[in-house]
């Protein structure tokens, strides 16, 4: 995404208008350059990447706003839970077309959350394709010197802790598609809108980021479910855990469908686009975690523990029983 001080082709005319506004940073060099600079002193810089597909992470219809703050707050997720402060990003976007009308409020957008959120945009491409709408962020954070968060870090005795609450974001899915979840909740436009909102318009717990590194002993985000992504943790470890699936944190709009039967716990485990923040604690750090979390304005949950052992995460019901879950998370393939 660079282009000179004259612009001389649409691609140049598009990114000096929309995108070189929130290019700040001075590593940006005002995207005059072929590529950014991102000074580094007694930190390391963490890098993370994901893209977002039309058909496949939104909707065709999905507004151009929604999407560009998808497209940034999936990648600060996974920066977050890292413990690492957002620093700024790359963008590649695929577009059928330049229409002003798709561009604009993305721009607008995306721009409000890069300053929002202190991740500045750095640089990137614009190409055209006959295809399905693609947006790609590649984010870049800073945390202290071997102080990045793993998923692989969680021990024995560890809790296992989630933010927020799990489940909404696929029941906002069903629920944009115009599905069951829609047809029960029609009576109820406010619970049908916020879990739309789950959908497209992620939270990322950034406000945890330094917390998360104070007191996590490992930490991933849950984009792909929480069974999944539990169980990768764990494998990661190279322990297991124990999950009290009563104490999962639900939205009053998921608890409903849940025990009205229209869902299963299934589906809210194993459905994806959380991006809570999943980590185990250090028994010992519990306290402290609890409290700065609170001070954060995040809510969070203790929802099992973590043993000793290599199987899969136990998701276990009311009765002690064990869950036999057929799918764990999402999975492209």
């Not at 600060?76 to 009308?101: C, H, M, N, Y």
């Not at 029960?184 to 998360?212: C, F, H, W």
């Amino acid at each position: 995404m660079t282009q000179n001080n004259n612009p001389t082709s649409g691609e140049d005319s598009l990114i000096a208008r929309y995108f070189k506004p929130l290019a700040t940073d001075p590593g940006a060099f005002n995207l005059d350059d072929d590529a950014a600079a991102l000074k580094a002193a007694g930190e390391d810089i963490v890098v993370t990447t994901d893209a977002i597909v039309e058909g496949v992470h939104f909707l065709p219809d999905d507004p151009p706003d929604t999407l560009a703050r998808k497209a940034l707050r999936v990648n600060l997720s996974d920066i977050a839970a890292k413990g690492a402060v957002p620093s700024g990003f790359v963008l590649t976007l695929a577009l059928r077309q330049a229409d002003e009308a798709w561009l604009k409020p993305f721009a607008e957008a995306l721009g409000e959350d890069a300053a929002h959120f202190g991740c500045p945009l750095l640089g990137g491409d614009t190409v055209s394709t006959p295809g399905p709408l693609m947006i790609s962020v590649t984010a870049f954070g800073r945390v202290p010197e071997g102080r990045m968060v793993h998923r692989s870090g969680a021990h024995p005795g560890d809790r296992v802790v989630v933010t927020g609450t799990i489940g909404d974001a696929a029941l906002g899915l069903d629920v944009l598609r115009s599905g069951l979840v829609a047809e029960t909740l029609v009576g109820d436009p406010v619970a049908r809108e916020m879990l739309a909102s789950r959908y497209r318009v992620p939270q990322p717990r950034n406000a945890l980021a330094r917390i998360v590194r104070a007191h996590a002993s490992a930490a991933m985000d849950v984009s792909d479910g929480l069974a999944g992504d539990l169980t990768k943790l764990c494998a990661a470890s190279r322990v297991t855990a124990v999950i009290d699936v009563q104490s999962i944190p639900l939205s009053q709009a998921a608890a409903g469908l849940l025990a009205r039967k229209v869902i299963g716990i299934e589906t809210l485990l194993a459905g994806g686009d959380d991006y809570e923040i999943l980590c185990a604690v250090p028994g010992h750090r519990m306290d402290a975690f609890t409290r700065e979390a609170r001070q954060a304005g995040v809510a969070m949950t203790a929802i099992g523990g973590v043993i000793a052992g290599h199987s899969p995460p136990s998701f276990l019901d009311a009765q002690g029983r064990e869950l036999a879950l057929q799918r764990l998370s999402y999975s492209h393939f």
